[in-house]
């Protein structure tokens, strides 16, 4: 359901305006989608690759060896408070820097 | 599903649905009703039926009944799906996000909602979740051509062009031999230029560059189609065919600068930065003398070579290109050369030159070595071009003597008092620039452009009351400038931000800055509609543009003014609170039983006043929506039209810092958003945010007098900090060891050595001994008398330049009012910013902030003279107290009262 949030008609008062106010309109208005040849459709498809799981595997490795970084729960705290920062983001740029919160603190003051 | 309807009231939901898709809410309406009549409980008709209030204004009853319908029926995906939409209508994406995942994970193959998930997705720039929903929508339905295309660009959004391509080649392998049919050839031709783009961005520019001709007559926009042609043939190196072709686009377009520097490039005569060599000067004249025997009408042929040209050879050029020019009598000749004031040594050959047509025309009515007479009015145009010319030199007295001569020779040409008026700002009396402004717009009441520009004037100059009513000559009828504000009237809402900023009216500042950070917001809501709409359309090389655009919306530069004049309003809400309540309780109880009686009387009274005006207020709101047609357009009254309810703010700096975010993430370049960023974080106690601030004013300039001075009050403030204490205090300490050697600023240096290090380098500049002397007051208060003195010796010295008419000196007005101000605050030196102020006025005999002897503020000044004649020509006005001070909108029409014909 493709809605739109016009409320109740408008009132306007000018030719122009209501052209305004109807092209306005059309811009949510519904339409069915055009329709493509089955068969041809059937042979395109098959050329679409799944190259995504690549990609899936290589971040899966990055995650497994971030999460085995030994952090510091207060100094998650300590830099989420005073950079103002998101505690997941305080928390993953400490473990990219190996828990050092020095080091970690200087690269977000970039 | 829950409770399923028997066929009749299936048939009725399934309208309901209808009349939702195709926006006919009071049919929806009915067929809701008709089914809770005997399902008063069902689920999914109460969200339906909260849906369709919702596009009819009735949000609290739509949320009502929607949650109510959920709440009855949660296995439901259609109620999940409605609470999506419902959230997103109020651009709640996050929730809308995660009811559509509860509806999925009920009717996972859904495309309605797998659609409509895929806008949020593409809204809110999740591009890699956007991916994953689009193939979905593509694999369930690869019939459907907009899968297609939607998928393609997910991909390109995700970084991803070359995949994007091979999912458009497979859509074309779907289509017939002969496609497209005629009623889709617009579509099928922006799709193809798309998919050019895409090769282009790939650099598999050979592919393209084929694709593009084999494709030639299926691509309907044969302007874009050379455009691009001729692209790639210069990034092939393909030069002589690139110049071919770039000469076929001047001969349609002979004014679009670009394809002249693209012709340029192609002959191997473009530099970015313009510093050509002689011999590449010579090459370039010979170009565009042939290229001006081509295109004789284009204005573009004859003024590009005078950025190019140097010397006589540019005297020669902009002679030949200004005397047709002030005979015709081109207001806009000033602007067009204005930017070759920025190229060393021109502005002065342009004043001799002038000058000497000026010589000559008053002389003998011709223009040096011609024989033809001139008509009256080239004499004119010459001075309003000399006038602007002594402007932007600094020179207003010659400027304004220019500019009055002119308008005794013509004194009905509108441009000549805007001029004026233009002049008059920069020479620092607003009062008066802002009359004659009004005298300009006077002499055409019925143009905008002169209306609005006499509005900015006023708002300049801070009258604010006289600004809205002469704005609202121009608004519709009945909605006073509350239109402005609908009609996202940004300039207006800034310049009288901050004429409230200026005169300390910090609620009404803040509402409109906040008013244009709201029409931001809302240009970045406009794009909603347009995710599935361009889709629809093909036109995808503009909506991808249009996206990048929204990406940046943020970094255009009304929306920094409006968020610094925001903060810079909350930090001072932060420093200066208003009285509290208390407080006033507090004096009131001090007064005497009689006295406390009176106030409590007035008090009363005036709260009175108030809620009557309100009234009115909402009475004029009610009048004005009722139309011709007598329905009733009711329009939602504003709860704090002056701002009122924005300085009880809890916590002005949260607020502040709400803003703030935005501009280091749109204009991290700017020297402004660092300067900010600093003043409210260090009141925030944050210190390494301030830290931050400092290592990027450093980044941009560090020999800006600001940075300088944010550098040494940061270690200062640093440096008399208790020793660390918390955990959070040793890591800070820590971090502030590690970057300090990195500051080469204070290498193995003091403090005070820095700051005398920084003024040997800058020994010379007004701004930069400034910076200095405050800085030394700061690091210490008994060296204010040394401090002060050091301002007050710097010298004014006059610029070196060949073309002497009356002397220009280095310190400008604004930066002589900067000092002022210092002087009088954070040095607290009064009698030295009096003697300042009588030097400045001097300097600046315009300025009524000096209140100099030809400024508004002085008897004998340009404005004062002007009220003096309007007085003489109006016998019926008395003289004396009743006109001091007063400004009539009307002009000079008053004097034409009597006029009769």
């Not at chain 1, 998650?76 to 103002?84: G, S």
């Not at chain 2, 009349?19 to 008709?34: F, I, N, P, R, V």
């Not at chain 2, 001090?590 to 005036?606: C, E, G, T």
């Amino acid at each position: 359901m493709e809605g739109a949030d016009e409320g109740i008609e408008r009132v306007v008062d000018s030719k122009d305006l209501q052209q305004q106010s109807k092209a306005f309109d059309k811009l949510t208005d519904r339409v069915e989608d055009r329709q493509l040849d089955s068969s041809r459709v059937q042979e395109a498809m098959a050329s679409i690759a799944a190259s995504a799981e690549a990609d899936w595997q290589a971040m899966r490795m990055r995650e497994k060896e971030l999460a085995a970084v030994k952090i510091n729960a207060a100094d998650v705290d300590i830099i989420a408070n005073e950079l103002e920062l998101d505690k997941k983001v305080a928390e993953r740029t400490l473990r990219e820097h190996k828990g050092d919160a020095v080091a970690a603190i200087r690269h977000l003051l970039r | 599903m829950g409770a399923s309807l028997p066929s009749k009231e299936a048939n009725l939901f399934k309208l309901i649905v209808k009349s939702y898709e195709t926006k006919q809410y009071k049919k929806g309406l009915k067929a809701a009703d008709a089914i809770l009549k005997k399902f008063p409980d069902h689920g999914e008709t109460l969200s339906m039926k909260g849906l369709t209030l919702n596009c009819m204004d009735r949000k609290s009853e739509a949320y009502e009944l929607v949650r109510q319908g959920l709440k009855n029926d949660l296995k439901s995906h259609v109620c999940w799906h409605v609470y999506g939409l419902l959230y997103r209508s109020d651009r709640e994406y996050r929730e809308a996000i995660k009811c559509y995942r509860n509806a999925l994970r009920i009717d996972p193959d859904n495309i309605e909602i797998l659609r409509d998930l895929s806008l949020l997705q593409a809204q809110m720039r999740d591009l890699s979740g956007f991916v994953e929903t689009r193939q979905q929508l593509l694999t369930l339905k690869p019939n459907h051509r907009m899968n297609w295309i939607g998928f393609s660009v997910a991909h390109h959004l995700n970084s991803n062009a070359s995949k994007a391509v091979e999912i458009l080649e497979a859509y074309e392998g779907t289509l017939e031999e002969d496609h497209p049919p005629e009623n889709e050839r617009c579509e099928h031709g922006e799709m193809l230029l798309y998919k050019i783009s895409l090769l282009e961005e790939c650099g598999f520019l050979e592919r393209a560059l084929e694709e593009l001709h084999k494709k030639e007559s299926k691509i309907v926009d044969k302007l874009v189609y050379k455009e691009q042609e001729v692209s790639l043939l210069v990034k092939l190196g393909h030069l002589e065919e690139g110049e071919a072709l770039y000469q076929a686009l001047l001969s349609m377009n002979p004014d679009n600068y670009r394809y002249y520097e693209g012709l340029q490039k192609c002959v191997g005569l473009y530099l970015e930065d313009g510093q050509y060599s002689p011999d590449q000067i010579d090459r370039l004249d010979s170009l565009y003398k042939t290229l001006v025997q081509q295109y004789k009408w284009s204005s573009a042929v004859k003024r590009i070579p005078l950025d190019f040209l140097q010397g006589d050879k540019f005297r020669e050029a902009a002679d030949n290109y200004i005397r047709p020019l002030l005979t015709k009598g081109v207001p806009s000749l000033f602007s067009d050369l204005s930017s070759l004031y920025n190229h060393p040594g021109k502005a002065d050959i342009l004043e001799q030159l002038i000058l000497e047509l000026e010589r000559s025309i008053r002389m003998s009515g011709q223009y040096p070595g011609r024989m033809d007479k001139e008509p009256p009015s080239t004499l004119m145009w010459t001075l309003f071009l000399l006038a602007q010319h002594y402007d932007r030199r600094g020179q207003y007295e010659v400027a304004l003597s220019k500019i009055d001569e002119a308008i005794e020779h013509t004194p009905t040409v509108i441009d000549l008092y805007s001029v004026k008026s233009r002049i008059l700002k920069h020479a620092g009396d607003l009062v008066a620039a802002a009359a004659f402004a009004d005298e300009a717009r006077c002499m055409d009441l019925a143009d905008r452009y002169v209306n609005s520009e006499c509005v900015k004037r006023m708002l300049q100059a801070d009258q604010v009351a006289l600004a809205e009513k002469t704005a609202v000559l121009f608004t519709k009828d009945g909605d006073q400038h509350n239109n402005l504000h609908d009609m996202q009237c940004m300039w207006y809402e800034l310049a009288s931000g901050e004429s409230y900023f200026r005169q300390g009216d910090l609620g009404r500042a803040l509402k409109k800055f906040l008013a244009v950070e709201k029409h931001y917001a809302d240009i970045t809501e406009d794009q909603f509609d347009f995710h599935s709409y361009c889709l629809r359309k093909m036109t995808l090389c503009t909506y991808v543009e249009m996206l990048k655009f929204q990406d940046q919306l943020h970094s255009h530069a009304y929306f920094h003014k409006a968020a610094a004049g925001a903060i810079r309003g909350y930090i001072k809400l932060h420093d200066s609170p208003p009285k509290s309540t208390a407080e006033e309780d507090d004096n009131m109880s001090k007064l005497l039983p009689s006295q406390k009686k009176k106030m409590r009387q007035k008090q009363r009274k005036a709260e009175a006043r108030a809620k009557k005006e309100a009234e009115e207020k909402n009475e004029e709101s009610s009048a004005s929506g009722v139309s011709k047609s007598g329905k009733r357009h009711i329009k939602p009254v504003d709860p704090d039209p002056n701002g009122e309810k924005l300085l009880q703010v809890e916590d002005p700096l949260s607020e502040a810092t709400k803003y703030l975010k935005l501009l280091q993430k749109n204009s991290p370049d700017s020297l402004e958003t660092h300067l900010l960023s600093f003043e409210l974080y260090t009141r925030k106690q944050k210190i390494l945010l301030a830290l931050q601030a400092v290592k990027q004013l450093l980044r941009l300039d560090a020999e800006h007098p600001d940075s300088h001075r944010c550098l040494i009050k940061f270690f200062h403030k640093v440096g008399s900090m208790n020793a660390s204490v918390t955990d959070s205090e040793k890591l800070i300490w820590s971090v502030l060891e590690a970057e300090r050697p990195t500051i080469s600023q204070l290498h193995e240096k003091s403090l005070f050595e820095a700051n005398n290090s920084f003024l040997e380098k800058h020994k010379d500049s007004l701004m930069h001994r400034a910076a200095f002397a405050e800085i030394l007051h700061i690091l210490d208060s008994n060296r204010k008398s040394e401090a002060v003195k050091f301002i007050e010796e710097s010298t004014n010295n006059i610029v070196p330049r060949n073309g002497a008419l009356g002397p220009i000196r280095e310190w400008n007005l604004k930066d002589c009012i900067a000092v002022h101000k210092l002087l009088g605050t954070v040095l607290a030196d009064q009698d030295a910013a009096l003697r300042w102020k009588v030097r400045c006025a001097e300097y600046f005999p315009y300025s009524t902030y000096f209140e100099g002897c030809h400024s508004s503020a002085s008897p004998n000044s340009a404005f004062n003279q002007l009220r003096k004649n309007s007085e003489n020509e109006s016998p019926n006005h008395s003289v004396g107290g009743q006109n001091v001070g007063s400004i009539t909108s009307n002009g000079k029409l008053e004097a034409f009262k009597d006029l009769t014909i």
